[in-house]
């Protein structure tokens, strides 16, 4: 397998916030994790200005780096979006008004009960010659042209349309063109201990030039390996990386909550499902984070009834039954309030588990006792209440998030203790 | 004050992390507001790979573009960092080891009681005739070295690391470069219509070569205006951008909630903590998630004590007094629902505001009558209820943050009518 046979891409991105340091460009990492997953490596990213001259000068240079190129952003109805204009430009052809496409927006606006702008209309136009690609959550189609055996896509720069019109559509279009390259990928998703310690933990598979290649990154307390396996076959690359998932698991042991883009509140919510329990929660300082994180996940009505954002002492008192006394002897942010608070969820909302976190977020009210990211959690079932204390660093939105991840951590090896599960 | 004055800035971030999705590039949105704050607008971002080669032409390209080249990563120890070779080969000199960088990077490990790893010593090393950047964090020195006019830095991809670096001696170096130009930016932060809609009451403030320029953004229904302005002087540049905003504000009236980075949810707290009011929050298909806004604020348990999360029918009529009766008739998506989740929120909290919001987030649970989608939302104050139907598209998560943002902005155009605000 010679290089020079490897397909690669490079992404293109598009828009003046991108410059300014107003926005982060997330797109680029997305497609470019998706590319790779189905082994098309990215060799560049490139992000440019809202203007025509320069985003057809960038397509050149990235059609002249890689075989595909995808572009994110200015597909917009507004004056500053000026994707679809160079892209008529580089591939040197007018841009055309579609009447199907432009029924679509029509009908985008229709079922929504708002007349359409007029301005909506330049969102029908795509060059001669490109097809284009449906959007089925906004406005803006996309693009998809060739020039020079280049394969050429634009697509809109909102995450959402852009990541569906991605799966749906691009994708598919490229899988064709990267077989014969074998690449098998697989991620292990952990939590409870820190980079280094894991890295100890799993030995020198980290090195540069192994196959399978490890790679480990962290994010907000979840660590993620990164299993990449390269081989003449898919099955061989498979089970290369099968085998290596296999050694990492009995290395690091209950560490790993779930495999690819797995959440803590997924694995909890699916364990919950399968054994048919139910939980509630009782939060002070992460103020409906917890319960926001076990809701995302869809069909968590199924287990989870009720939630209590628990934020001043009197709502402690008088919707969970923490007596008065014990905040004022130990403080909201103690060891007995997160007890209190997790029992009193689990009795009233009448489920089989609760959980509570009480802390300090900050950036105000921490002392000297109790300082700044100090939060208690309790877990309470029919066994008992557990209780534990954390002190967690960074900034109020750091100590809420591992407030909350931690809480779901603890359930759920609590949830692997208690209730027969099958993976 | 011709364009062909305005010196201008590339970015050019190096690392095979970058291009694999494994890491989204907040280094180069960083040092792009930072510059621009300067006003030293950047023209492009590129991300590339670890491979000496790649980064040399990238220089190349990125010094094609602009007067100032900051580059950050592949300055590390290992044998994938290869940023500083790239540099010596695009200004065609030697690296050579500098003494004295050798004896800091000694120092830096002697501080920690570590012996230095042998490979730490290419740290020292730099282009020969280039100038080397003090790293007080971390081992690796900095680079800034000038080819045909060009400034170019080389600085660590540790954000810590280049955040400093930067401040304290990238941009003290930069700031004369950039003297004569005045730049000022002003942000407006705009919710409840669409990007298009907006641009027809704007008018054609928008069309490129104007001056001030108006970038127009969205973010999850967040629309950003934002201008600016350049000229000779601070002053003028300071006062054209504040004419343009008050023109921009008259014609978008209530639109408008807010300046720079403002949240909804901070506007909303600043007005109750103004006018001492109280809120409590009744959520349903949000799941925490308005909870959650309203307590991202520090010190927002000034004004927020009570948030209930009642996901289940149960939940809303033991802890809300929501009637079975009710749920029975209309669904628990429904006005009379929302209504009476809002009234009994305040009642049960005893608050001077309650919001509520219930709704079918999706995939499942929608039908023909009550779409994925459909959300009511209530505001109840001592003037009565007032409710509203909405139906939000995309996915799941945007459903839940479009429902949670608008119950936040209904509540601020409520405290403009009903509370003495003055900004």
């Known amino acids: 397998m010679g290089d020079e046979h490897v397909k690669k891409a490079a992404i293109l991105s598009i828009g003046n916030e991108l410059l300014s340091g107003r926005t982060v460009d997330t797109n680029a990492a997305y497609i470019a994790g998706r590319l790779r997953s189905i082994g098309l490596p990215v060799v560049s990213v490139h992000a440019v200005a809202d203007e025509e001259g320069t985003i057809e000068r960038s397509l050149g240079l990235a059609a002249g780096e890689a075989d595909v190129v995808v572009a ?14 160079a892209f ?14 432009l029924e679509k927006i029509q009908q985008f606006f229709d079922r929504r009960g708002v007349a359409m702008p007029t301005r909506n209309s330049i969102q029908a136009c795509i060059p001669r010659g490109a097809a284009a690609l449906e959007n089925e959550l906004g406005t803006a189609p996309g693009i998809r042209a060739e020039r020079d055996g280049k394969l050429l896509f634009a697509l809109p720069g909102v995450p959402a349309e852009m990541r569906h019109m991605l799966e749906t559509q691009v994708l598919p279009q490229l899988q064709p063109l990267v ?13 409870g201990a820190g980079e280094s310690t894991i890295a100890e933990m799993i030995g020198d598979v980290m090195r540069r030039g192994r196959n399978p290649l490890v790679n480990c990154t962290v994010h907000l307390g979840v660590i993620t390996l990164e299993v990449v396996a390269t081989a003449d076959t898919q099955t061989e690359a498979q089970e290369m990386a099968e085998r290596e998932e296999r050694s990492l698991r009995s290395a690091l042991g209950s560490l790993v909550y779930g495999v ?3 959440t803590l509140a ?16 009782a939060e002070s300082c992460t103020g409906g984070l917890l319960a926001k994180l076990i809701t995302d996940i869809p069909g968590s009505s199924e287990y989870f009834t009720y939630g209590w954002v628990t934020y001043s002492n009197e709502a402690k008192t008088r919707a969970l039954g923490v007596p008065v006394a014990t905040i004022a002897t130990y403080g909201a942010v103690s060891e007995p309030v997160a ?52 002190v967690f660093s960074f900034d109020r939105g750091s100590v809420r998030l ?20 099958s993976m």
């Open 88 to 101: 008529a430009r580089f591939l040197d052809v007018e841009l055309v008004l579609r009447p199907d496409l």
């Open 260 to 262: 690819e883009d797995q």
């Open 72 to 85: 994110t952003g200015g597909l917009g109805p507004t004056d500053d979006d000026l994707t679809r204009q």
């Open 339 to 390: 007890r209190a608070l997790a029992q009193g969820a689990r009795r009233t909302a009448g489920t089989d588990y609760a959980l509570s976190i009480t802390g300090i977020a900050g950036p105000g009210g921490g002392t000297e006792q109790k300082p700044v990211g100090l939060v208690y959690i309790a877990v309470d079932n029919h066994d008992g209440t557990e209780t534990s204390r954390h």
């Open 179 to 191: 077989s014969g390259q074998a690449l098998a990928v697989r991620r292990l998703k952990c939590f």
């Open 402 to 421: 591992r407030a909350a991840q931690t809480a779901l951590n603890i359930l759920r090896l609590r949830l692997d203790l208690t209730g027969p599960v």
């Open 266 to 281: 997924e694995v909890v919510g699916d364990r919950l499902r399968r054994t048919g329990r139910t939980l509630a929660v």
